[in-house]
Nanobody, 121 residues
Framework: QVQLVESGGGLVQAGGSLRLSCAAS????????MAWFRQAPGKEREFVAT???????NHAESVKGRFTMSRDNGKNTVYLQMNSLKPEDTAAYYC???????????????WGQGTQVTVSS
């Protein structure tokens, strides 16, 4: 099994930046596709970004150009750099791992506990 722990969330004003981290332990980290999802109260869990074993990332259209996902296999950690934050980015952000690189939450097997990001207007 894989354990995932997110950190780095907090409160920031619109236009500001945050960097989220997800530390992984357990099975070989580099063998999994990794993803970030987010979920606001009353809404479906939403795809944010995915990254493959060698660091090629794909980002949702809603965050493209503002968010950047990266991966450090040596540290067993993935990151989400979030710039130009908007109030609509407010959500709990979750790190996920799975055998396939997809944008669907149901395809991921392992999940972190989430870290809250709140963007004030």
């Amino acid at each position: 099994q894989v354990q995932l722990v997110e950190s780095g969330g907090g409160l920031v004003q619109a236009g500001g930046s945050l960097r989220l981290s997800c530390a992984a332990s357990g099975r070989t980290f580099s063998s999994y596709a990794m993803a970030w999802f987010r979920q606001a109260p009353g809404k479906e869990r939403e795809f944010v970004a995915t990254i493959n074993w060698n660091g090629d990332a794909n980002h949702a259209e809603s965050v493209k150009g503002r968010f950047t996902m990266s991966r450090d296999n040596g540290k067993n950690t993935v990151y989400l750099q979030m710039n130009s934050l908007k109030p609509e980015d407010t959500a709990a952000y979750y790190c996920a791992a799975g055998p396939l690189l997809t944008g669907w939450a149901s395809d991921y097997v392992y999940w972190g506990q989430g870290t809250q990001v709140t963007v004030s207007s």
